[in-house]
């Protein structure tokens, strides 16, 4: 079944404490990036990546970082959490540039 | 002026109505254009692709109206089930990075009341 998987799908945590949520999916897919969706602000993305080794800063990079070593995975690091990255998290993929995202199921992190 | 907008909502119908979504966008050289719905807390889902033609997936009907940057949603003899956020999403057209093309709507919630 073609999907995306995150993992966790939830977190509570302090902050500081450095943590790294995976995002992998089975289709191939070049082009991954990242979201938040927090009330009122919608989905922003955190950063995305064009392919293996080929990464980039989205809308709201700061306090995050990401790797794309191999073509279906692209984790997503907090190197110190803070409570304003509290949040709902969204890993997606997409084939090609204008065809649509897939996204996985979310990650709910709470930073206390 | 922000790169795409939606109807605020929320909309509330009983079943059985007929629902619109409209969308507008800022860049006219977008390429491409979906709608997805997302209920609550979970990820968002594609519904549809909307193409130049006008597209019809059962009782859902999309449209893009490029002269005057928008799409619509059109959703007939609306079901309990149908109850969710729409998101409108526009590839915004070639930009120096490919990544930033995606840009989402704030989102119409929709509740279809018995």
């Known amino acids: 079944e073609a999907q995306v998987t995150q993992n966790p799908r939830y977190l509570i945590t302090v902050t500081g404490k450095k943590l790294t949520v995976t995002c992998s999916q089975n289709?191939?897919?070049?082009?991954m990036s990242w979201y938040r969706q927090d009330p009122g602000l919608g989905l922003r993305q955190i950063y995305y990546?064009?392919?293996?080794?080929?990464?980039d800063k989205g809308d709201v990079p700061e306090g995050y970082k990401v790797s794309r070593k191999e073509k279906r995975n692209f984790p997503l690091i907090l190197e110190s959490p803070s409570p304003n990255q509290t949040s709902l998290y969204f890993c997606?993929?997409?084939?090609?540039?204008?065809?649509?995202?897939?996204f996985g199921d979310g990650t709910r992190l709470s930073i206390l | 002026r922000k790169e795409v907008e939606q109807d605020p909502g929320p909309f509330n119908v009983p079943e059985g109505a007929t629902v619109a979504f409209n969308c507008t966008y800022s860049n006219s050289a977008s390429q491409s254009f979906f709608w997805y719905r997302q209920d609550c807390r979970k990820e968002p889902k594609l519904l549809m692709s909307?193409?130049?033609s006008g597209n019809e997936d059962g009782r859902f009907t999309a449209q893009l109206n490029r002269a005057s940057q928008y799409i619509s949603l059109l959703i007939r003899d609306s079901k309990l089930s149908d109850s969710a956020t729409y998101l409108c999403v526009v590839n915004l057209g070639d930009r120096d990075n490919y990544g930033q093309n995606f840009v989402f709507g704030p989102g119409t919630r929709l509740s279809v009341l018995p």
């Open positions: 289709m191939n897919h070049e082009y």
């Open positions: 997606a993929s997409r084939a090609g540039r204008v065809q649509p995202q897939h």
């Open positions: 990546s064009m392919n293996v080794e080929v990464t």
């Open positions: 909307v193409y130049s």
